[in-house]
């Protein structure tokens, strides 16, 4: 079962505009990470946000972990046409050192 | 270096064929996994290599499948008598150490059984 559940399920926006994507999870967590995937392609690791972490950046990347809530958000700023993908997030429970994946946000940046 | 490879890049077989699959880590990365991801869905857990103990073999679907990791680096997925339901890609990951680690992928086998 999935972990981790992202929203929206699609996203389109248009070059310039900032996307944000939301992640919710169920059990505690040891950190809360971001990927990236193009079509066709493995993923890539975006930015890592461990459990007592609030906010995090990293160029255009701003991740936010609220663990009340139990939620996540990215935010990418000043969006490019080349940030079309997809995008998980992985929660790591810390007990069998396994990540679960999210069934992921697909984000259409247009010119 | 080199990321993480794997091979075949795309697997067309006949169903109640068996098919390995080879993926190579980045050298040094102890922890290695293989993830499902079918069309347009999320990752689904399979199986995890950590150092010598044993592997974490709780996301096989079933005993048609199995995964072994010779020498703490190459593993080898095989899929034995496959059925149409596993067609999907199949992901191999590897990292530096469990825990507080992001992990690498692979490109994926792409794996369609006719």
């Known amino acids: 079962s999935q972990q981790g559940e992202e929203d929206p399920q699609a996203l389109s926006i248009q070059e310039g505009e900032n996307a944000t994507m939301n992640c919710s999870y169920k059990?505690?967590?040891?950190?809360l990470q971001w990927y990236r995937q193009n079509s066709g392609r493995g993923l890539v690791h975006l930015i890592l946000?461990?459990?007592?972490?609030r906010e995090k950046h990293s160029g255009r990347l701003r991740v936010t972990l609220d663990t009340s809530k139990k939620s996540s958000s990215l935010l990418i700023t000043a969006s490019r046409a080349a940030d079309t993908a997809s995008y998980f997030c992985?929660?790591?429970?810390?007990?069998?050192?396994?990540?679960?994946f999210g069934t992921g946000t697909r984000l259409q940046v247009t010119l | 270096g080199a990321g993480v490879s794997q091979s075949p890049s795309n697997k067309v077989t006949e169903k109640g064929k068996d098919v390995e699959l080879r993926c190579d880590p980045i050298?040094?990365?102890?922890?290695l996994y293989w993830y499902r991801q079918s069309l347009g869905q999320g990752l689904e857990f399979l199986i995890y290599?950590?150092?010598?103990?044993?592997?974490?073999k709780s996301g096989l679907p079933s005993d048609r499948f199995s995964a072994e990791r010779t020498g703490g680096s190459v593993s080898t997925l095989t899929i034995q008598r496959t059925q149409q339901e596993d067609s999907a890609v199949y992901l191999c990951?590897?990292?530096?150490?469990?825990?507080?680690?992001?992990?690498?992928f692979g490109n994926g086998t792409r794996l369609t059984v006719t």
């Open positions: 992985a929660t790591d429970t810390g007990t069998a050192s396994k990540l679960t």
């Open positions: 990951a590897s990292s530096l150490a469990p825990g507080n680690s992001p992990l690498h």
């Open positions: 290599f950590q150092g010598n103990s044993a592997p974490d």
């Open positions: 946000i461990r459990s007592n972490e």
């Open positions: 050298s040094g990365h102890t922890a």
């Open positions: 059990t505690s967590i040891n950190n």
